[in-house]
């Protein structure tokens, strides 16, 4: 238990649907972050946010929309993806941006038909 | 941004140390090297985290040598469960230059 939670743990959607994943910390942390993790592919930092201000969006197209309604919570909504978006989504905190340690959540697992 | 390699896998036995490298020519003079533990349907967790020389914590030491173009992570007397994916990532999470770039991991087994 690393003091992240994230629902749902596994997804299955069409590619017209519309669905969110969920994350939530309890660590008192300001920053979180979204990554996206493909079988036999690094990890890619998706989002960043810092006092629930995103900072940081890395050319993730816009059927990803992050919202941070407050620095406990991060949402990725989804709508419309793609069969090659099926991913495990990670969710991480940390006490702030910069250097140090990040705890991530166990992940969704995205499956897109 | 800099990319990292890794060798893809590794086997070592129970009780023995293990030295994990990673390459990164290209690191950026701002950039932290830091390392992540993954086992199967979790997320990753973190190692241990330099940006020069050595660093040592409860369960691993970190070696990166003056030009900081590589850095090996070592893990003294590993057990079983030390089977996992490790990651190296290097980059910084500073105003202006959001950039962590993981490899692409080293599979470690360990054999009894």
């Known amino acids: 238990e690393t003091g992240v939670t994230q629902t749902p743990r596994h997804l299955v959607m069409g590619m017209t649907n519309k669905k969110s994943l969920k994350c939530e910390q309890h660590l008192g942390h300001n920053a979180m972050y979204w990554y996206k993790q493909s079988a036999k592919k690094p990890l890619e930092l998706m989002f960043v946010y810092s006092l629930e201000e995103r900072v940081e969006n890395n050319s993730v197209p816009s059927r990803f929309s992050p919202e941070c309604p407050n620095s406990s919570h991060l949402f990725l909504h989804l709508h419309t993806l793609q069969p090659e978006d099926s991913a495990l989504y990670l969710c991480?905190?940390?006490?702030?941006?910069?250097?140090?340690?990040?705890?991530f959540g166990p992940g969704t697992r995205l499956t897109v038909l | 941004l800099a990319k990292t390699t890794q060798p893809i896998s590794m086997d070592s036995y129970e009780g023995q140390e293990v030295n994990i490298t990673c390459s990164h020519n290209?690191?950026?003079?701002?950039?932290?090297i830091t390392w992540y533990q993954q086992f199967p349907s979790q997320g990753p967790r973190f190692i241990i985290q330099?940006?020069?020389t050595k660093v040592t914590n409860e369960v691993a030491s970190l070696f990166i040598p003056a030009d900081r173009k590589s850095s090996t992570l070592s893990l003294p007397r590993v057990s079983l469960s030390d089977t996992a994916v490790y990651y190296c990532l290097v980059g910084a999470l500073t105003s202006g230059t959001y950039k962590y770039i993981f490899g692409t991991g080293t599979r470690l087994k360990v054999l009894a």
């Open positions: 991480a905190s940390s006490a702030s941006t910069g250097m140090g340690e990040q705890f």
């Open positions: 330099g940006y020069k």
């Open positions: 290209n690191i950026a003079t701002n950039d932290y």
